[in-house]
């Protein structure tokens, strides 16, 4: 089902704040409380939301380094390729991997207590031959700029 207006506005305010009542949602897309929540579980249901998170502040986890690193693999199979995914769902440091086109095949941002840890952990994915890793490029990030905070949505024509 395609989103209407209220749709739209209801993800964009979510997106904002996930907590926010059923009865300011309601109150800012001029609906009754019952017909808001009603349109917020159809978006659930129809995966236009696929959830809800706390944004943690980064400075609660004490010194942390955040890196981007640019990964080739040499080995295009499948199989290899599900094992090296797979490997970057399981790691916890790995907070976003991307698949991308270039020079690389993929792009994670990793989050790690030190440069040790982070030296540790690539080295065990360049070790395990079965992730076809041919290098990882690192690019260390010094400051957030602009974290991700929602995709934009379309706007309706009036």
């Known amino acids: 089902m395609?989103?209407?207006?209220?749709?739209?506005?209801?993800?964009?305010?979510?997106?904002?704040?996930?907590?926010?009542?059923?009865?300011?949602?309601?109150?800012?897309?001029?609906?009754?409380?019952?017909?808001?929540?009603?349109?917020?579980?159809?978006?659930?249901?129809?995966?236009l939301i696929q959830g809800y998170r706390a944004l943690v502040s980064r400075a609660v986890l004490g010194e942390q380094i955040v890196v981007f690193a640019e990964i080739a693999l040499k080995d295009q199979r499948q199989a290899t390729v599900q094992r090296f995914e797979a490997r970057m769902a399981a790691s916890p440091e790995v907070v976003a991997c991307y698949q991308i086109s270039g020079r690389y095949d993929y792009l994670a941002r990793v989050c790690c207590p030190d440069l040790p840890r982070y030296r540790e952990l690539t080295d065990g994915w360049l070790d395990d031959v079965g992730l076809g890793i041919e290098k990882i490029v690192?690019?260390?990030?010094?400051?957030?700029?602009?974290?991700?905070?929602?995709?934009?949505?379309?706007?309706?024509?009036?």
């Open 138 to 158: 690192t690019n260390t990030e010094w400051q957030t700029l602009k974290e991700f905070a929602g995709f934009p949505l379309p706007q309706l024509k009036n």
């Open 2 to 47: 395609e989103p209407d207006r209220a749709d739209l506005k209801l993800l964009a305010l979510l997106q904002q704040d996930g907590r926010t009542s059923v009865q300011a949602l309601s109150e800012a897309i001029h609906l009754s409380a019952r017909a808001t929540l009603n349109r917020v579980r159809r978006l659930e249901a129809e995966g």
